[in-house]
């Protein structure tokens, strides 16, 4: 699973209140156990068909098990909020009632005889699924539990699509079957779903027939013939354009929404290249019959990896003039995509691993980015990841494997995404690409179509390598935080020999191999050491002079926090002499603070522009102010190059932003040129150029930029313009940025202010999509606001407000149907938050 998560420049205040760990009335903290297996499932045979006013499934199920071990007389099921009408055994095709007692979401049924182990029998249940009478609700990860839902079951909504989905994960699958609930449960699987002729369906495993049922009415049979986890059955309907791919004579399927499907293999294209990459580093091929990508409408979550069939939500949709500047949802194609092996074919045997899950799948996202882009694309995808989790404050005590969490959905957080992957990394490195790769070979193969936990991991590296890992795992699997770091260093110039003593910091102590590099003359000298878990280290290198500057841990490999002091000029040496993408962005990072004021720092700077990485480049970029002399005489004319003519849309973009801060009019004829680019980047950033020379020009040029479906970034970049010139066909686009801005205001943003008066505008018009959009990303954010008292008061107090305004216009349009939606749209937001 991906998860859904809300901007990094909101999350630190959002999850800035500690969680409290849930106890039992003994007062001891909450254990959390492996399942018991009573039962071992064998197939689950299902047939459903769907009541779309009531919003109910009406089903049958066929369960073949037996006892996983001791012998039993009974089978006890999960089946949230169901009505069950019959459970029979079958036994030669015919049905024998069992008595059965059904409360608390729990089905125990009495068998007709005590069964040992390995000997099978099969149960009928027919039951009705009423996903709405499903008790509980959302997490910060999965903002919902229903298992089965309902999209615009009735076609009320003219924007939007009639759907059913479902979502197993956690423990969801329950709410549309009645099954062993648990993550180390596997089965067979086949459904029959019966569903208007005009909607086409998608399950695991392959479509085996269809049947024409008469009354516009068709079954599908698909078929699943490989065990798999409970969790990750799956049904989808729906109105889709089929997109149809493969990989070597595999089919590889995309289903879209028939505006997307001209865009279909521009966002999912990339499939069968990633598919054939992981089959070979893994040297394991892609294991299931087929794989079918679906976006769902109104997804509680960012993508789930069901067995064969992942469904993703709707932010996977882009259009041309998106996906020309960056398929922003590539790395999420990808981490689905690995769970087909990290997470399917080997399953996390409790939710306290789940780290041999999305760890893994969070690293796919390192290794797919370093096979397609490079090692420079990898190195900023994990900065970046570190760096959120490093951000959440809570992340500091939390062990990687976790047999103690409130609710099992807690386990989807930074830690075992974030760090997970971080920590994978390391593990690479010091074992080495072929020990590391051949390990996860291992784990796989011994495992494959069972479960899996950290310990096994460790068992497999270990056969692999032929080293102890003990100490590896114990520190960073089931120990918490980081290294915290700090050194220094001397010379001694009779021996020619400089010493860096590292100090850490913490009372926590860590062991790990650690680079350094020496710059003497410019030039670097990488020396790796290992650091013992002590309070202070020294170790002693030759060199010839006295160093320009040492630099600890270059391409950022070790999960650390280092402290250290560095003057620009050492930085501008740090960024010539380095090849490590972490060390040059440091560099930058800093240049962009000082280039005002110190030259090496502006060259610094200027040097960046030129760098062979693109995230570089912009990151350089967003650092220059040209409206200083010294940086417009510098760098001025290179900008202008890259505004032009730089390949990567995303630094014409940034190259055009950074002219448009000087305000000078010799650019309004580029930038009127560039409305006509394909590039939404592009158009964006010139859009901004246009309103601060010629406003007048703005809202009719505004309407050639399509932003349904624009990243938050692009709509940040436009968020001025649009407000400040009252652009009303763009104002569903900003909904679901403004819907932050008493967290932008906190953390004192310039945007901020421009945030309060786009709410303040939507709420204060008729315009039932931007309303929705705020309510819905709100919505989405829930289970991330939940644990923090101050942002839920923030939320509910900016919704009142909201409310008040849109009440307002309501009194003197008491007719209007679309201020009456609106108005309830909040009330219910406002009751969600209470």
Known sequence: ????????????????????????????????????????????????????????????????????????????????????????????????????????????????????????????????????????????????????????????????PTQIWTQGETESSSAWFPTIDKPNQKTTNEIYMTVPSKYVTLSNGVLKDSKDEGNNLRTDHWVMDKRHSTYLLFMGIGDFAIVKDKWKNMPVDYYVEKEYEKDAKGIFGNTPEMIDFYSTRLNYPFPWQKYSQMVGRDYVSGAMENTTATLHGEGAYQKAGDLIDENKWEDTIAHELFHQWFGDLVTAESWSNLTVNESFANYSEYLWEEHKYGKDAADYHEMNDINGYKRDPKNADKNLVRFQYDSREDVFDGVTYNKGGGILNMLRRYLGDDAFFSGLNDYLKTNEYGNGEAQQLRLSFEKISGKDLSWFFNQWYYGSGQPKISYTYSYEPVKKEVTVSIAQTDSKLFQFPLDIDVFVNGVAKKE???????????????????????????????????????????????????????????????????????????????????????????????????????????????????????????????????????????????????????????????????????????????????????????????????????????????????????????????????????????????????????????????????????????????????????????????????????????????????
């Open 528 to 834: 790796s050491v290992w650091v013992d878990a002590k309070a202070k280290n020294s170790f002693t290198f030759s060199a010839a002079k006295s160093p320009d500057l040492i630099n600890l841990n270059p391409d950022g490999v070790i999960v650390s926090d280092i402290t250290e002091t560095k003057t620009p000029e050492q930085y501008y040496t740090q960024f010539f002499g380095s090849k490590d993408f972490k060390a040059k962005y440091l560099a930058i990072e800093d240049a962009s603070k000082n280039a005002s004021k110190n030259p090496s720092a502006l060259k610094t700077l200027v040097a960046g522009l030129k760098d062979p990485f693109f995230r570089l480049k912009i990151q350089a970029l967003e650092g220059l102010d040209l409206t200083n002399a010294d940086e417009a005489k510098m760098a001025l004319s290179e900008v202008e190059k890259l505004a032009q003519n730089d390949p990567k849309t995303l630094v014409q973009s940034s190259a055009i932003s950074a002219l448009v801060k000087t305000k000078n009019a010799k650019y309004l004829p580029w930038y009127e040129k560039n409305m006509s680019a394909l590039s939404n980047a592009v158009k964006a950033s010139s859009l901004a150029g246009i309103a601060s020379l010629d406003p007048a020009k703005v809202v009719a040029l505004a309407d050639k930029l399509d932003l349904s479906t624009a990243s938050e970034d692009l709509m940040m970049t436009l968020l001025p313009t649009i407000v400040d010139n009252k652009i009303t066909a763009q104002m569903p686009a900003i909904g679901s940025l403004v819907a932050f801005y008493p967290f932008l205001k906190f953390q004192k943003l310039e945007l901020g202010t421009k945030a309060e008066e786009g709410f303040n505008w939507i709420m204060t018009s008729d315009n039932t999509k931007a309303t929705h959009n705020i309510t819905k990303v709100l919505m989405q954010a829930k289970g991330q606001v939940e644990a923090n008292p101050q942002a839920k008061m923030m939320i509910v107090k900016m919704l009142q407000d909201g409310l008040a305004k849109k009440t307002e216009i309501l009194k003197a349009n008491p007719s209007s149907a679309s201020l009456k939606a609106q108005v309830e749209d909040l009330n219910k937001t406002i009751e969600a938050y209470k």
């Open 1 to 160: 699973m991906k998860k859904f998560i809300i901007s990094v420049s909101l999350l630190g205040i959002l999850v800035s209140t500690n969680a409290i760990a849930q106890t039992d009335t003994s007062g001891a903290t909450v254990y959390r156990q492996t399942h018991t297996k009573h039962t071992e499932l064998k197939h689950t045979k299902l047939k459903v068909s769907f009541d779309y006013a009531k919003e109910q499934m009406a089903g049958e199920e066929w369960l073949t098990a037996s006892p996983y071990f001791y012998p039993t007389d009974s089978l006890v099921l999960d089946a949230k909020g169901m009505l069950i009408s019959e459970v029979a055994l079958t036994q030669n095709g015919k049905n024998s009632p069992l008595k059965f007692d059904y409360k608390n979401d729990i089905l125990k049924i009495n068998l007709d005889k005590t069964y040992n182990r390995n000997q099978d029998y099969t149960v009928y249940i027919k039951y009705t699924a009423r996903p709405n009478e499903v008790k509980g609700g959302g997490s910060a990860a999965i903002t919902d539990n229903k298992g089965l839902y309902f999209i615009n079951p009735q076609g009320k909504d003219p924007d939007k």
